[in-house]
C-alpha cells in the first residue's frame, strides 16, 4: 500500500490531465491494492482507504484520480478528492474557501466529519456548543481569504477560474498563494462519506472517540480562534 503524503493544495483538472483515464479494471485494482483488515467490532473485513487521509471508503463515497499511469492513479474518500479537482464542485452548496493558516486541508476535513458526525449522534449541550463555536469559527474565515488574499477567493468558482487562467509556470507555483486557503466542505458534500462510516460503525473509527476529541480542540483552541 502506498504512504506517501498527499498534497492537497486546492487544484484544478488542467487540460494535461484530462486526457487521462481508468477502467473499471483498473479501478478495481487500485480499491484492492488499498484495501486494509478493519476490525468493525464483531468482525474483521477488508476495506478500501482513502490514500490521504486512512479513513474507510466504499460503497459509492471513493473517488479515483486519474494519474498518467492508470495504476499510480489515486484512491481519495470525497473530503481528500474535492481539493484536488475543485472544478467539480460545481454548486453553490458545495461549501466555499477559507483562509485557515494552523489547520491544514486534511485537519479540517477530519474536523469537519468528526463535528458533523457528533452534532447527529450526541444530545449534550456542552458539546453542541462546542460543536456550533467551531464551525462558526471556521464559517468566518471566509470573509478573511476574501479581504487578505483577494477579493472573492472565497468563491470556489472563481478560484477555479483563476486556476485555469493561470499559465503552466504560475500554475506549478500556486502554493506560495494559496498555502493557507482551505476547502470548507458544506455538509451535502461529505454526507454520504459519513453515512457509510455510520452504517458500517468502525471499531477503529468509532465517533465515540470522537466526543473527547471534539471537547479538547474546543478548549485549547478557545483562545486561538
Ligand atoms: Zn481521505
Not at 492513479?73 to 464542485?89: G, I, Q, T, V
Not at 483562509?99 to 485537519?107: A, F, G, N, S, V
Not at 469559527?137 to 483563476?162: F, G, M, P
Request: contains cysteine; charged residues 25%.
Amino acid at each position: 500500500m502506498d504512504n506517501k503524503k498527499i498534497d492537497l493544495t486546492l487544484s484544478v483538472i488542467r487540460p494535461e490531465r484530462r486526457k487521462f483515464s481508468v477502467s473499471a479494471k483498473i479501478e478495481k485494482q487500485i480499491l484492492k491494492k488499498n484495501s486494509i483488515p478493519i476490525n468493525t467490532g464483531n468482525k474483521m473485513i477488508k476495506v478500501p482507504i482513502c490514500q490521504s487521509c486512512g479513513l474507510p471508503v466504499g460503497e459509492g463515497t471513493h473517488m479515483i484520480e486519474p494519474s498518467e499511469k492508470p495504476t499510480e492513479s489515486l484512491l481519495l474518500c470525497k473530503p481528500c478528492y474535492y481539493p484536488r479537482n475543485l472544478d467539480e464542485l460545481t454548486m453553490p452548496s458545495n461549501g466555499y474557501i477559507i483562509l485557515e493558516p494552523r489547520i491544514d486541508q486534511t485537519e479540517i476535513n477530519t474536523l469537519i466529519c468528526a463535528l458533523w458526525y457528533s452534532q447527529k449522534i450526541y444530545d449534550d449541550d456542552e458539546l453542541l456548543g462546542v460543536i456550533e463555536q467551531l464551525t462558526k469559527s471556521l464559517s468566518q474565515k471566509k470573509t478573511h481569504a476574501d479581504l487578505y488574499i483577494a477579493k472573492d477567493i472565497s468563491n470556489i468558482e472563481y478560484l477555479t477560474q483563476v486556476l485555469y487562467q493561470m499559465d503552466s509556470d504560475d500554475y506549478e507555483r500556486r502554493y506560495n498563494l494559496l498555502k493557507h486557503l482551505r476547502w470548507m466542505p458544506s455538509i451535502e458534500s461529505i454526507l454520504p462519506t459519513m453515512e457509510y462510516w455510520r452504517r458500517n460503525c468502525f471499531g477503529l473509527y468509532s465517533p465515540k472517540n470522537w466526543y473527547s476529541l471534539i471537547n479538547s480542540i474546543g478548549k485549547e483552541r478557545e483562545k486561538k480562534f
